[in-house]
T-cell receptor, first 122, second 116 residues
């Protein structure tokens, strides 16, 4: 059967607080990073992205910080709301050249982290 | 725009049965992907396509086949379903990175498949 030994990290916050979700990535060649939000029963939804030549990028209520030295990514959500409750995934994108299967065509190979469960209490 | 759509939303199969999952996107994206999501495993790439008429293997391709006859559609087939293929399947699409656009992948709502 499937492994159930891996439990996702969880973060519980009160409505109105700021949330920080952390992610460690593995490939120093990754040049593009994305945060996705996944609500129960839905597909991952794009939140914000950042390229490797930046260390900070801000969106509406969200900020992504990138520390390439320690290969760490974080997502900050300001004034967290109950509607922010979801699983948050970071993903690293690496330019991969698939010689064997696609004739050397380059594509964005997206590697996902396991996710963090954010629960916002009213 | 509907974005990325998937059919069906749910399906239950018996071991050995076959089925096809359909993915459609209306964003004129070049690239399309099929992932499976299992508890504690994150999303894993099954197959992908870099354009109409092309397909390639991803991380976990065994037991699956795909076809991309039209740019907007990407089909995932299970020829002989096994209980290990019980999972949630997500389709995604993106622009080609060579087009100058970001290659952010946009996901469909998923298909929940159970193989008994």
């Amino acid at each position: 059967g499937e492994s159930v030994g891996l439990h996702l990290p969880t973060l519980s916050v009160q409505e109105g607080d700021n949330s920080i979700i952390n992610c460690a990535y593995s490939n120093s060649a990754s040049d593009y990073f994305i945060w996705y939000k996944q609500e129960s029963g839905k597909g991952p939804q794009f939140i914000i992205d950042i390229r490797s030549n930046m260390d900070k990028r801000q969106g509406q209520r969200v900020t992504v910080l990138l520390n390439k030295t320690v290969k760490h990514l974080s997502l900050q959500i300001a004034a967290t709301q109950p509607g922010d409750s979801a699983v948050y995934f970071c993903a690293e994108n690496t330019r991969a050249r698939d010689v064997a299967n696609a004739g050397g065509t380059s594509y964005g190979k997206l590697t996902f982290g396991q996710g963090t469960i954010l629960t916002v209490h009213p | 725009n509907a974005g990325v759509t998937q059919t069906p939303k749910f399906r239950v199969l018996k071991t050995g049965q076959s089925m096809t999952l359909l993915c459609a996107q209306d964003m004129n994206h070049e690239y399309m992907y099929w992932y499976r999501q299992d508890p504690g495993m994150g999303l894993r790439l099954i197959h992908y396509s870099v354009g109409e008429g092309t397909t390639a293997k991803g991380e976990v391709p065994d037991g699956y086949n795909v076809s991309r006859l039209k740019k907007q559609n990407f089909l995932l087939g299970l020829e002989s379903a096994a209980p290990s293929q019980t999972s949630v399947y997500f389709c995604a699409s993106s622009y080609s990175w060579t087009s100058g656009n970001t290659d952010t992948q946009y996901f469909g709502p998923g298909t929940r498949l159970t193989v008994l």
